[in-house]
């Protein structure tokens, strides 16, 4: 969805940028990996097939280091408004592990096309608004696409799947976080160092699904 913009690239998004990445963004996601082992799979060959599902991709960052961190082993589905940058994967987007979807996940007839590459051991979304600059206005609406990526999460995310999506902090988090208790057995919110120190934004964490 909608990402902020800023003029001048800082240290993260240079680094991104000599790594092969098209946004600084997929710092954040490499950490939360590390710290909550997001990707728990054996990727073994014979394993079963390793299904992700990345809401908001563009430009492309998380879905370019998913695709790199499966490999053959797994396929990801992603979906947003904009395209998504061609820069930097070198073909990974046009791999038979990979299906893109150009448009809005709330759409009926874009659910079924995204939920029929499912269910999925995974589902991560880095969707933001397009900001106003009113933060009461911009939370809001970054709670809706939470809430779209979270129904996703309902039913399509297998059981003992895990689930990770960018909020703005606001008065409703709490209220979120609640739902995301009832549905995993092990819930956590976390800031990355690669988030910008002027941004309210962090992500919540949902581990092993209780059912699907």
């Known amino acids: 969805m909608g990402k902020n913009e800023y003029a001048k690239p800082d240290s993260w998004s240079l680094k991104a940028q000599k790594e092969g990445y098209p946004a600084r963004s997929v710092y954040k996601l490499q950490e939360i990996d590390e710290k909550f082992h997001l990707f728990r799979h054996n990727f073994q060959e014979g ?20 695709l790199r961190k499966i490999k053959s082993a797994g396929f990801v589905t992603a979906c947003d408004l904009q395209p998504l ?6 073909g990974l987007f046009d791999g038979g592990n990979f299906f893109f979807l150009q448009g809005d996940m ?9 939920s029929g590459t499912g269910p999925f051991n995974l589902i991560i979304s880095d ?13 809001a609406r970054s709670l809706e696409l939470a809430e779209n990526a979270l129904h996703y999460g309902e039913t399509c995310l297998r059981r003992g799947g895990n689930f990770c999506v960018k909020i703005f902090q606001g008065g409703e988090t709490a209220g979120y976080i ?17 988030c910008r120190s002027s941004s309210f934004e962090l992500y919540a964490i949902g581990l092993k699904k209780k059912s699907g």
Not at 59 to 64: K, V
Not at 127 to 139: E, K, V, W, Y
Request: proline share 8%; net charge positive; charged share 20%.
């Open 47 to 66: 394993a079963p097939l390793f299904k992700a599902l990345d809401l908001g991709a563009a430009p492309g960052s998380w879905s370019l280091w998913t």
């Open 85 to 90: 940058s061609r820069t930097f994967d070198k």
């Open 106 to 114: 709330t759409v009926p007839e874009n659910y079924a096309k995204i």
């Open 127 to 139: 969707a933001a608004p397009f900001t106003s600059g009113n933060r009461s206005l911009d939370t």
């Open 178 to 194: 609640k739902k995301l208790r009832l549905m995993f057995g092990t819930v956590q919110t976390y800031k990355p160092k690669a």
